[in-house]
T-cell receptor
Framework: NSKVIQTPRYLVKGQGQKAKMRCIPE?????VFWYQQNKNNEFKFLIN????????QIDMTEKRFSAECPSNSPCSLEIQSSEAGDSALYLC????????????FGSGTRLLVI | QQKVQQSPESLIVPEGGMASLNCTSS?????YFWWYRQHSGKSPKMLM?????GEKEEGRFTVHLNKASLHTSLHIRDSQPSDSALYLC????????????FGQGTSLSVVP
């Protein structure tokens, strides 16, 4: 069982609907990452946080995606207006601080946009 | 754009055989390499990491790293059907804000 808890496991949304997923990082891990894994197994980095602050995010995240990691609450990733191309596995990972720290991944949220 | 290229895309080996997977980064600023394994329908799990030139062995798994060519390889000896999975190579730089960049993976099938 993963120490990073993601909910829900599956999410089905219509185009234009909001899609929200949550992540509880491993205890003691201040850095949280969101990745999108498509059907070709390609990983796309979306955003990362250290504690509550955004470190880096890609353009896609800045426009339709929003994310936060409030203190004492789960982190979340929300797609404001879902598109068919957003259908993918969304993986949350956490790590200790430091470039040589490995990631612990959650089980993912599989989003299907119909 | 930092890229991590893996080869081959897919690999079939007989049970008990040796599986060899390759990975190269095109970013000269990369310093750390990881290998993750992802079974079908599951999340990636860290298998091994390597940060220095040379070789590292853990049980049936051996990784090599050549920092000059930014090439790493993973070798699995005495392959088992349970080793069948997607193997992902990832690399990062030295900045404390550095994120892992993943390759597209090698799909390994170990057949009895």
């Amino acid at each position: 069982n993963s120490k990073v808890i993601q909910t829900p496991r599956y999410l089905v949304k219509g185009q234009g609907q909001k899609a929200k997923m949550r992540c509880i990082p491993e205890k003691g891990h201040p850095v949280v990452f969101w990745y999108q894994q498509n059907k070709n197994n390609e990983f796309k980095f979306l955003i990362n946080f250290q504690n509550q602050e955004v470190l880096q995010q890609i353009d896609m995240t800045e426009k339709r995606f929003s994310a936060e990691c409030p203190s004492n609450s789960p982190c979340s990733l929300e797609i404001q207006s879902s598109e068919a191309g957003d259908s993918a596995l969304y993986l949350c990972a956490s790590s200790r601080q430091g470039a040589n720290s490995d990631y612990t991944f959650g089980s993912g949220t599989r989003l299907l946009v119909i | 754009q930092q890229k991590v290229q893996q080869s081959p895309e897919s690999l079939i080996v007989p049970e008990g055989g040796m599986a060899s997977l390759n990975c190269t980064s095109s970013d000269r600023n990369v310093d750390y390499f990881w290998w993750y394994r992802q079974h079908s329908g599951k999340s990636p799990k860290m298998l091994m990491s390597i940060f220095s030139n040379g070789e590292k062995e853990e049980g049936r798994f051996t990784v090599h790293l050549n920092k000059a060519s930014l090439h790493t390889s993973l070798h699995i000896r005495d392959s088992q059907p349970s080793d069948s999975a997607l193997y992902l190579c990832a690399a990062s730089g030295t900045s404390s804000f550095s994120k892992l960049v993943f390759g597209q993976g090698t799909s390994l099938s170990v057949v009895p």
